[in-house]
C-alpha cells in the first residue's frame, strides 16, 4: 500500500507563486505516473498535471506555461510549481499516484491541501 500527504497549501494573492509538495511512503517502488488534481468549490475534481516515471508530463491547458511538476523517485517526493496564480485556481489539490502489482491497477490519494487565490 502507498501512503501520500500533501503540504505547502496556503494563501496567495493573484499573480503570485506557490509551491505544493508530495511525500510518498509504504510501498513506494510500485508507483508509476504522479500527478496533482485539483476540486474547486462545487466543481469536480479535474487533472491539473501528472508525469511518468520516466519524467514525461501533461498539464491541462489552463494551467499550461504557468505550472510545472517534477518528482524525485530517490526521495519519493514530487512536487507543483504554480505561477502566475489566478483566482479561479482556488480549490483543494490532491496529490496522486497509480501503481499496480500482478493482480491489479491502483490509484492513491493524499488528504488534500487548500489553496486560495485572492484577487
Request: net charge positive; glycine share 12%; hydrophobic share 30%.
Amino acid at each position: 500500500q502507498v501512503q501520500l500527504v500533501e503540504s505547502g497549501g496556503g494563501l496567495v494573492q493573484a499573480g503570485g507563486s506557490l509551491r505544493l509538495s508530495c511525500a510518498a511512503s509504504g510501498n513506494v517502488r510500485v508507483i508509476e505516473t504522479t500527478g496533482w488534481y485539483r476540486q474547486g468549490p462545487g466543481k469536480q475534481r479535474e487533472l491539473v498535471a501528472e508525469i511518468t516515471n520516466g519524467g514525461v508530463t501533461n498539464y491541462a491547458d489552463s494551467v499550461k506555461g504557468r505550472f510545472t511538476i517534477s518528482r524525485d523517485n530517490a526521495k519519493h517526493t514530487g512536487s507543483l510549481q504554480m505561477s502566475s496564480l489566478k483566482p479561479e485556481a482556488t480549490a483543494v489539490y490532491y496529490c496522486t499516484a497509480t501503481s499496480r502489482d500482478r493482480w491489479a491497477r491502483y490509484s492513491h490519494w493524499g488528504q488534500g491541501t487548500q489553496v486560495t487565490v485572492s484577487s
